[in-house]
């Protein structure tokens, strides 16, 4: 870009002096009430909520964590529908023994969709993998070779047996609608040290959008400035670039016109912030669409990297999730701060979208587990060939998991929220490493049980940011992304 | 694949028997460990001695007088009682294996253990403890803390917990700029910070200013230059009269409180469907604005509106999320349930009073004095409250109602001319030449006498000793209890029973008095069915009702009673179905009547078992017949009568007394809850309801209730809320006197017309008018239930009128006046139907639990339902109370004037959309955690006068928008802005980015597209989709209703517009009372670069080049004018011509809309 930036696009641009100008860039008084409340609420004797002091003239510039990270950015791989637990990750060898006998003390079980049949034996073969032996099915055998990377959490519980409550307990911490995704909490705690990018982006399946859409990454009642961008690789942030019918000179210089008309408003209204704010927000936004394509455009990867991940597969879907797998990557590498990829979309049929195999499981999974796995194996490999790994968190989920019977009747597996797998690898995370178990059939955790509220304040607590403190006052309560739960699971930690 | 509407029915055992199972799910953290209690010590235990230092070794160092955590005690007996924040008692006294203390102490839930840290308990102190509380948990040996009092929570010091005292407006030293009182309480604050107001801005900013803020669109030039121009010293509060008399004033302020009812048209989760009919709580909104509706009403009516004949109104409570995916599974069917609740709870109390009493759902809330009780008080109040359609009562405009009432009339007329026709073929009619429709009879007398009915007790005697009664098999076939008749068979009218004797020949058995003098025809009726029924009994008529005088007897029938009525001799032949029936009716002919007439069964002489008797029905009859008529099958009867609504229709009578007297009901002491009385049409003057203001007296009234008083007999509300109960069980009297004497033809009476009550119905009643009451021989009969079906019959909906025994000419004409009857009554209907709105449905709710933690599996004590403690205000509600009468009892807590947190709630939310913040800026929490007001005089003072006002908002504003403060400038000056950067002092205008709506509205409005329709449903701003988990895509182009005002746009919970949606709008998911504001890039992507800008900015050009010409220094001045409300200066006139030179008009017009000046109310 050839403009001369203003005086705000500059501070824009250079976020990482913000804080030390915060001062003089907040009103005094606005940030005096700010810290006076902070303090006050700090003055008991457990540690008081913090909220984050954001400059309305640079909402995503990088602020500081509440402790040292050991991660510095987020990859969360989030397969929508609920992947089975018992024939990927988690192996369960008396499912085998008691294939086709009634799961005991089950007899008058009731899950969400109903009855329940026999115990059905893992629709994958599991066997021992890299050099820690851990056993993982054939669903996923790409993903399977870098078991040695990957700390497992096999004692997840979720709070609902619903899809939709599922996915919004697993991406903001509650089953009702209404709060902001745990991207959204790390952008407003953390900022970005992406300068032209947003800080938390989140990139739906090629087949659309996932079961709770754009929830999973919404603001709910924090600022708009920090809920998630959608892009991915086929569909381009919306109205990133300017209109069909205008030619670039003219935009520009509507853009120069525009900005002539507001400094000179700008000039009856001196230090009104948020006037400048929105001045620099179309810098911003011209960078965005000078950069958004920039680190959109597979072009420049390798031929050898585009097929590690199979981006170059005839099927669309598996060549599409390949390409965001891509995607991600260059997105980390240019700093954004949160990056949710979706594997899997909403319901639109049975078991078509995504991992919800409640009928015949086999097949579904059959399509599901090789659009899924390559890819996806491959971001994580190229994490770890890029070093990025040491600091950037990798997140593997699903919004629950499934029964070891098969439901009465059918040839799949119906909800289970009692007890399923997610797993974290890369910054600050023993591996290779196994927490929590389920009970012999995989149906219930029994050891070292774990709740999304868990899962999330590690989560945070990698990122150097403590789930008790970080808080945003809304409607008279001081609300945190794990509510008034949550552990940091520590033995997870490296 | 998603379960949808899963039906939960024929699974519930098995789902009663998953719950164990269900509550592993829910509270996976704590597995239940069945570790066995230690017993109870067998000795008796010392309190000092015994138990004392076991709480001192283990509990009191964080249990005790300071800060004790969880807000519990362990050195006081209350405290023990009360529980901590876990609202759990601690003790439960007598039951220690059931005392959350015992519980906690010995680890009985894996996890939750007390101490946390340190030693546990050893098994015998557990046993001391256990024998203790066992034994009474007496406090003794002379140790402090043994009182016995729970103590309540207390409203403390808090300051929006303390009643509303008025404050003086203070003298201030700058009186001259004082315009309204608040301009005083600024001033004072202003003064003690060393701070000045700013300036008054100029005209041109403050109409720019009112037009934003009240309607939400800029004023255009025209509308600017009028207030400039207007020299008048009143040009100003005119001009916001004006505006806050203009429909947009509605349009803009029902969103800022949509959003605080989390108001949406999905019904958000996973499927995220619509709820196509949920704009009727929109348009209520908007229409409660704009007509000012004074806020208690408003509030009254959105919890309970179904009271107060604004159904509407209850589209609040059931506003936000449901969860559409259902599952047999019942720990998440009751969760789920458990959360619409909890959502209807936050929403009332953050919404009306500030209070987040949803706080409180798991444990005591954390800083305000609400318990986890107060929480299920609440909840019992909306327990009955569930989503979904209702049927919405429509108000009829004037005109609509005159246009029904001329409908109802013509239904009358045509109703009678199509029965004299019908009558004519029945054989009672003469078939006139000349008789002209329209030519009304007195009414015809109908005598219905069920040998069993309490209110026929009078007119029957038994003769012998019955037997207890046959009792008509339940079913619909001919004969059986529910048998709906058909078009030559009556419904059965028994009330399925008849009574027998043991058979004796020539025997009298029983007696029907009439009581009427006239001609009359006779229906019998009987039980059948069985082949040891009497084949030969005899019914005569006994003209001077002696019995030992035979020689006025006459032979009415010879019956055979193991048949059914009319059955012809092939019939016969069939095998008897051997079950106890209903004969149905059997003519026998007219007869002349007197008084003291009575009709007598009596045996005959064939061998047989038994012998019934039934109902028998009696009709006057206008054609001297004395033989049956087989033509006549059966008499004409209107439907019984029905708890909701009952229309009497009669011959027009002058009338100036009316009265209802009632002789029996279904229950209880009767209710009437409206009497109409409408006067028939004339001329012009359209039929009204003249029971208003009529003078009502009765036979007595039920004693000491409000809602059950003998005015609202006839004061224009319906509902049991607003209704009449006589003082005496079945019976009473209720008379109006009309203002003045009227010729009246309707009258409409219920019970509930809201359809929550069916008790206390009468079922047998008359009713009478008089043109002069002081003579008791001037009453004429109008109407009476004789010639309804009995109450509680079945009845077939079969067309009304016969055909047999009439000419062609005759049967064409009935067929031409059938079809017109039901297209007037379509008509009719038409008027009075009941749209479906998402307005919530009613049940009555089973007794609520408190819920330990909130989990719905781990029920506690019953709570009943009301409002806050704290308040000391028992709303006299228990687990009996209807639905209906705890949410009116909730309203009016809320709304009484000594509420201290309603008034200053809704001001403070009046004041914040009028200078971005309120005076506290925490509008929904007026709680602890909320922040103190800026101005707390100011904010008691606005409370008080809101009150006083008659809770009138407009008042309130207009006070606002007059004051000097609002009319400041909003320039920023250097001195205040070190002082105060914020402006909460308001030394300034305080400048605002509009909201999403406004900007949206804005451009369309300078652009010209802008479609000004108001109400109904809206429009979509995503492209159709029906997939069954609703995928949002948005739409690319927008046309026509598209470019109705934003408030309009279907509102996806969750899901935004991908333009304007960006900037901070709300998403339906939760109750927001401030948008947050902030600016993003992605905002500036939207508005310079999407298509609907695009697309407005070529119509802003098009519309500056129609209006404007085609010079563009005009344009440019047109632009700013539509734009900023002002002229450019030089400067910007100069770079902006010299733009559309070099780029073009449209090229401008798309740097205009996205502008901050364009986007500011400055």
Known sequence: ?494 | MHERFFSIIGQAKRVMLSTCLAWMLLSHASILVAAPLPQPLKRDVDFAKDVQPIFTEHCIKCHGEKKPKGEFRIDQRASLIAGGDSGEPAIAIGKSAESHLIKLVAEVSKGDVMPPKGKALSEEQIAILRAWIDQGAKWSGGVAGGEDVVPRMQRGDHWSLQPIKRPEVPKVKTPSWVRTPIDAFIAQKLEASGLTPSAEADRATRVRRAYLVLTGLPPSPQQIEAFVKDERPDAWPRLIDQLLANPRYGERWARHWLDVARFAETNGFETNTPRPNAWHYRDYVIAAFNEDKPYDQFVREQIAGDALGEDAGTGFLVGGAYDQVKSPDIGLTLMQRSDEINDMINTTSTAFLGLTVACARCHNHKFDPISQKDYYAFMGIFAGVNHGDRGMRTKLSPEQQAQADALRTELVSLKTQATRIEDIGRGIAANKPGDKPGNEQPAVRTIVIDDETTAAVARVTHLVKTNPPGMNPTGKQRGYREDPGDIDRMPNLSGGRYVWWGYKPSTDYITYHPGAKGQFQIWLSWGSGWGTHAADVQYLLDLDGDLKTRDDQKLLATVDQRYFAGMTDEEKKQPLPSKPLWSGLLNVGAHELNKSSVILLRSGTAQSEAITADVVVLQESVQPQTTANSKLIHPRLREAVNARINEETFAPQKAKFVRFTIHAANSGEPCIDELEIYSTALGTMPSRNVAIGAIPTSSGDYPNTPIHQLKHINDGQVGNSQSWISSTNGTGWVQLELTEPAMIHRIVWGRDRLQQYADRLATQYTIEVSADASKPENWITVSCSQDRVPFGTTMSDLPAYRFAGLSRDQANELRRLTAEVASVQKQIESFATNPAAYIGTFSQPAVVKRLFRGDPLAPREEVDPGALEMFDDDLKLNSKTSEQKRRIALADWITQKDNPLTARVMVNRIWHHHFGTGLVDTPSDFGKMGSKPTHPELLDWLADEFIQSGWSIKHIQKLIVTSATWQQASFPRDEPMKIDASARLLWRFPPQRLEAEAIRDSILSVASTLVDRMGGPGWSAFKNNDNYVRVYTPKDQFAGDDLRRMIYMYKVRMEHDATFGTFDCPDGGQPTAKRTQSTTAIQALALFNSTIVMQQAQAFSARLQSEAGDKSAAQVQLAYMLCFGRAPVQKELDASVSFIGAQGLPAFCRAMLNTNEFLFVQ
């Open chain 1, 1 to 494: 870009m050839s403009q001369a930036l203003s005086h705000e696009g500059r501070r824009l641009l250079n976020r990482r002096s913000f804080l030390a100008s915060t001062g003089t860039g907040l009103s005094a008084m606005a940030l005096t009430s700010l810290l006076a409340r902070q303090s006050a609420m700090a003055a008991g004797d457990k540690p008081g909520p913090i909220r984050p002091v954001v400059d309305p003239q640079a909402p995503l510039a990088a602020r500081k964590p509440h402790h040292l990270p050991k991660a510095k950015r987020v990859v969360m791989l989030f397969c929508s529908g609920a992947m089975s637990h018992v024939d990927s990750w988690d192996y369960k060898p008396s499912l085998i023994k008691h294939d086709g006998k009634p799961m005991p003390g089950s007899e008058k079980l009731v899950t969400f969709q109903g009855a329940q049949g026999n115990l059905t034996a893992p629709l994958y073969n599991f066997k021992p993998r890299g050099q820690s032996g851990k056993y993982i099915s054939d669903l996923v055998p790409n993903l399977a070779e870098l078991a040695d990377d990957i700390c497992f959490i096999h004692s997840m519980t979720g709070k609902s047996n619903t899809h939709g409550p599922g996915e919004n307990y697993m991406s903001t911490g509650f089953t009702l609608d209404g709060f902001p995704s745990i991207g959204a909490w790390v952008s407003y705690a953390l900022g970005s040290v992406a300068d032209n990018l947003p800080a938390f982006v989140a990139i739906p399946d090629p087949r659309g959008v996932p079961q709770s859409s754009t929830r999973n990454w919404g603001s709910a009642f924090l600022p708009a400035v920090f809920q998630g961008t959608a892009l991915n690789a086929a569909q381009p942030v919306r109205n990133l670039s300017r209109p069909a019918a205008i030619s670039k000179d003219a935009d520009q210089a509507t853009r120069d016109f525009l900005k002539l008309l507001n400094d000179q408003h700008l000039e009856r209204y001196p230090g009104d912030t948020e006037l400048s704010a929105r001045i620099a927000s179309y810098e911003l936004a011209a960078k965005m669409q000078l950069s958004v394509p920039v680190v959109s455009d597979l072009s420049t990867e390798s031929p050898a990297t585009l097929a590690d991940y199979g981006a170059d597969d005839p099927n669309p879907t598996k060549s599409g999730f390949a390409k965001n797998c891509i995607l991600a990557r260059r997105l980390l590498e240019q700093g954004v701060r949160f990056v949710q990829l979706f594997n899997g979309a909403y319901a639109m049929g049975e078991g078509v979208g995504n991992w919800d195999g409640h009928k015949t499981l086999k097949k579904q999974y059959d399509i599901h587990g090789p659009i899924l796995d390559k890819p996806a194996a491959a971001l994580l490999r190229d994490l770890k060939s890029r070093g990025m790994l040491e600091d950037t968190l990798f997140v593997w989920c699903s919004e629950f998991g499934r029964m070891p019977t098969f439901q009465a009747g059918a040839s799949g597996r119906d909800h289970n929220p009692s007890g399923f797998t997610a797993w974290m690898a890369g910054a600050g995370v023993k591996a290779p490493f196994t927490y929590g178990a389920t009970d012999e059939f995989g149906y219930k955790a029994v050891e070292n049980v774990a709740t999304v509220y868990d899962f999330h304040a590690t989560i945070l607590h990698l990122l150097g940011l403590n789930h008790e403190q970080l808080s945003f006052y809304h409607n008279g309560i001081e609300r945190r992304l794990t509510d008034v739960h949550g552990h940091v699971i520590k033995p997870v930690l490296a």
